[in-house]
């Protein structure tokens, strides 16, 4: 059992940018990053390999936001720049076997972290 604890969200003005850390207990291989905004379905946002040499985006993160890890503090991170209000969710990590399972069937969860983009 692998536990993950997401921490780095907050309010934010539209434009600006925040980090997002998750911490795990233990080792992890793929790691990666979803959301779930009010009223929708939780939906991928990206996933890195154990080694971070294979990354993943949804679209409409693509040229925004970064995925990085490190292994030796057993920590994903999300860098995100350009905010948008529609960015405002809460944003889970997640750890699965390999960067294409994740994205549809992760391992494990972390609790969340609300990120709220004001306009």
């Known amino acids: 059992q692998v536990q993950l604890v997401e921490s780095g969200g907050g309010l934010v003005q539209a434009g600006g940018s925040l980090r997002l850390s998750c911490a795990a207990s233990?080792?992890?291989?793929?790691m990666g990053w979803f959301r779930q905004a009010p009223g929708k379905e939780r939906e991928f946002v990206s996933a890195?390999?154990?080694?971070?040499?294979?990354?993943y985006y949804a679209d409409f993160v693509k040229g925004r936001f970064t995925i990085s890890r490190d292994n030796a503090k057993n920590t994903v991170y999300l860098q995100m720049h350009s905010l948008k209000p529609e960015d405002t969710a809460v944003y889970y990590c997640?750890?699965?076997?390999?960067?294409?399972?994740?994205?549809?069937?992760?391992?494990?969860w972390g609790q969340g972290t609300q990120v709220t983009v004001s306009s």
């Open positions: 997640a750890s699965g076997p390999n960067t294409l399972v994740i994205q549809t069937t992760p391992t494990y």
């Open positions: 233990g080792r992890t291989d793929s």
């Open positions: 890195i390999s154990r080694n971070g040499g294979v990354t």
